[in-house]
């Protein structure tokens, strides 16, 4: 499956938002995720996340933020899930950009698995 996570961070009230997409229909599995458009994903899920939530997580460390931003709703796989974390660790940082996207292809990680 090809994914794709919009991350953004309200700048006001610092809110974080995260939108899971996936690329769900059967003719575009032969193409590399970068040749996709935004209209070739379908959006699964949105999640938003109140900003002093975030921030003490982020204090508390890597897995503290994981653990809030898995959901019922939104529960990616460990590798993506830490990539995802960096990425709002870095969205909080001061001057830090807002929001941020990230593409996951289930294919790149089971030929990096294989390679190991």
């Known amino acids: ?7 953004s961070r309200d700048k006001n009230t610092s809110e974080l938002t995260i939108e ?7 003719n575009l599995k ?5 040749a996709l458009s935004q209209d070739d994903f379908t959006l699964l899920c ?3 996340y109140e900003g002093p939530i975030v921030k003490k997580a982020i204090s508390q460390g890597k897995e503290a933020l994981v653990s809030i931003l898995r959901t019922d709703n939104l529960y990616p796989i460990g590798i993506y899930v830490n990539v995802i974390a960096d990425s709002v660790i870095e969205l909080y940082e001061k001057d830090g950009k807002l929001s941020k996207e990230l593409l996951f292809d289930d294919l790149d990680l089971l030929a ?3 390679e190991t």
């Open 20 to 26: 899971e997409y996936a690329a769900v229909a059967g």
């Open 46 to 48: 949105t999640e938003t």
């Open 1 to 7: 499956m090809k994914q794709r996570y919009f991350i």
């Open 30 to 34: 032969r193409y590399e995720i970068s």
């Open 112 to 114: 990096s698995l294989q």
